[in-house]
């Protein structure tokens, strides 16, 4: 669109705007003056010097809204992302600095690629969303060094690198693809470079809720990792578990660390600890979590190692008191049919 249009455009709408109050009715002549004089007075045509596009202002937004992103109060912006204006949500109509602190005080959730207007924190102006501001005051000054159109995602932190997406249709940190990101088509989502080509593929693994605090992956602005059997988690979330003592996914049960020094000092335990008599020829078949193999082997109390990889990551499917046991644990010949007994997604056939 030419200057000329947009000049015509904007002269358009103020028509409008001053045609509203002259047609309204329920104003006496002397309302109907002082609104018309304050529309005319109000700055239509301000330009930003990276494009000219009409600014808005509103008589019931247009107050200066300030917050700050740090203690000192030196930068704008709120405690998630540094920035120089607010956001207007299109369901509630309200501005927020950015969508968390939005959903965090609404019962809605906001569509970031439905905002269309933005307010300036520096003069108070409402205007079309863009990167600068076109208040003559401003002087088309950024709201923030990262701006993104189609996220409508403004960061001003400079010690953070951004990139957007397209196959993700997301704003993420980095540097961009193929620079120190790639994106994977299958798991449609993307990955640190240098990890690219040995990650495990699952179909849209963000897809999905993480599995212990169940906030939706994709999205998710805190880090997720992908373990060793390729299923997400956040960081924070893992290092709760591990703090707890839980070593397994949650998902499909597997080690998610290297256990075998562990589990070498766990079979030292079961040699030197003695079972019982009445245990003696007790057997117990296990299907190992992280082998995926099943085994029977003698009970103990302590645990019951894979015969196959050595871990202790198992779990007990029948126990049996037989003298008949081979002591290599290898051999599966229970009298009776094990039970299937799934865990998380069902045991392998």
């Known amino acids: 669109m030419s200057h000329t249009d947009e000049d015509n455009a904007a002269a358009k709408y103020l028509r409008s705007k001053v045609g509203a109050v002259y047609r309204d009715a ?19 045509h301000s330009h930003a010097s990276a494009g000219r596009a009409v600014a808005r202002h509103c008589t019931n937004n247009h107050t200066l809204e300030v917050h700050y992103h740090d203690a000192a109060r030196t930068k704008l912006g709120c405690k998630h992302y540094a920035r120089a204006c607010t956001m207007r949500c299109s369901t509630c109509k309200k501005f927020y600095v950015c969508r968390r602190c939005h959903d965090d005080a609404e019962d809605h959730l906001m569509n970031r690629y439905e905002v269309q207007e933005v307010k300036c924190m520096r003069c108070g102006l409402v205007q079309s969303s863009s990167n600068c501001c076109m208040s003559t005051k401003c002087k088309g000054a950024p709201f923030a060094r990262y701006y993104c159109s189609v996220c409508n995602f403004w960061d001003d932190d400079e010690s953070k690198e951004i990139y957007h997406c397209s ?12 620079t120190d990101r790639q994106h994977c088509d299958t798991c449609g989502c993307c990955y640190p470079i240098e990890h690219f080509r040995d990650h495990h593929c699952i179909p849209k693994q963000l897809q999905s809720n993480c599995p212990v605090c169940n906030q939706f992956l994709f999205t998710s602005v805190s880090m997720v990792l992908i373990t060793h059997c390729g299923h997400a988690i956040h960081e924070e979330c893992m290092r709760q578990m591990l703090a707890s003592g839980i070593y397994k996914c949650p998902l499909c049960m597997k080690t998610l660390l290297d256990m075998m020094p562990a589990f070498a000092l766990m079979c030292d335990c079961v040699a030197n600890t003695r079972m019982p ?11 190992c979590n992280d082998c995926e193999r099943k085994s029977t082997v003698p009970y103990h109390f302590l645990g019951h190692p894979c015969p196959f990889c050595h871990s202790f990551n198992t779990s007990v499917l029948q126990m049996f008191n037989s003298p ?7 051999i599966v010949e229970p009298n009776v049919d094990p039970p299937r007994q799934p865990i998380d997604g069902g045991l392998p056939p």
């Open 26 to 44: 329920s104003l006496s002549p002397q309302e109907k003056s002082r609104r018309i004089q304050i529309i005319m007075c109000e700055n239509f």
């Open 167 to 178: 196959k993700c249709v997301i704003c993420r940190v980095g540097r961009g693809i193929g």
């Open 277 to 287: 008599p009445e245990y003696q020829h007790t057997t117990v078949l296990i299907f």
């Open 324 to 330: 008949d046991f081979s002591p290599d644990g290898r």
